[in-house]
T-cell receptor, first 115, second 114 residues
Framework: DVKVTQSSRYLVKRTGEKVFLECVQD?????MFWYRQDPGLGLRLIYF???????EKGDIPEGYSVSREKKERFSLILESASTNQTSMYLC??????????????FGAGSRLTVL | AQTVTQSQPEMSVQEAETVTLSCTYD???????LFWYKQPPSRQMILVIR??????QNATENRFSVNFQKAAKSFSLKISDSQLGDTAMYFC???????????FGTGTRLTIIP
């Protein structure tokens, strides 16, 4: 089974701190995604990456950056955390469409609280 | 841009009953995919069922089936013989063919009552 592992299940940070959320997948997927999940808003795409060192903005990239130095790892960075970034963050991956498998596999999520 | 609308924030049914979750979407594309994902309490999101828009036949996975109405842009999920383990948030999602972005609805919280 494909596994997507998020390094931290729960984090508590203070306003202004730099926050790293790490995500690792073990099935050689090209595409990786970071979503934010908030009640009543569903999942909103922050950033995604379709290859090493490649990234594209999603719907809500403001206040976030990402890094993909290796194929299996996709990091979400909050340069200066703010209280409105308190949320559940979900990482996901999937292979490229040409392989016929177009289903996202999600990690367990990282619940971030910014005080 | 694609949009996905789930108009039922919460639903509850008795165990063993059948329940239908609604989803409508808006797209100008002809080739796209539709999905239902399930997020059980404190557990990770998993795929329930998917549908390719070019297929007229409704997708079915055991107790889960969809009613795909392409002209109406409707994609409802029917759960038959509901079980306690079906209690979860359910998200409808769509993705344009060749596009990496998956657009989600706001979710429906389904509770199965014993």
């Amino acid at each position: 089974d494909v596994k997507v592992t998020q390094s931290s299940r729960y984090l508590v940070k203070r306003t202004g701190e730099k926050v790293f959320l790490e995500c690792v997948q073990d099935m050689d997927h090209e595409n990786m995604f970071w979503y934010r999940q908030d009640p009543g808003l569903g999942l909103r795409l922050i950033y995604f990456s379709y290859d090493v060192k490649m990234k594209e903005k999603g719907d809500i990239p403001e206040g976030y950056s990402v890094s993909r130095e290796k194929k299996e790892r996709f990091s979400l960075i909050l340069e200066s955390a703010s209280t409105n970034q308190t949320s559940m963050y979900l990482c996901a991956s999937r292979p490229t469409e040409r392989l016929g498998a177009n289903v996202l596999t999600f990690g367990a999520g990282s619940r971030l609280t910014v005080l | 841009a694609q949009t996905v609308t789930q108009s039922q924030p919460e639903m509850s049914v008795q165990e063993a009953e059948t329940v239908t979750l609604s989803c409508t979407y808006d797209t100008s594309e002809n080739n796209y995919y539709l999905f239902w994902y399930k997020q059980p309490p404190s557990r990770q999101m998993i795929l329930v069922i998917r549908q390719e828009a070019y297929k007229q036949q409704n997708a079915t996975e055991n107790r889960f089936s969809v009613n795909f109405q392409k002209a109406a842009k409707s994609f409802s999920l029917k759960i038959s013989d509901s079980q306690l383990g079906d209690t979860a948030m359910y998200f409808c999602a769509s993705r344009r063919f060749g596009n990496e972005k998956l657009t989600f609805g706001t979710g429906t919280r389904l509770t199965i009552i014993p």
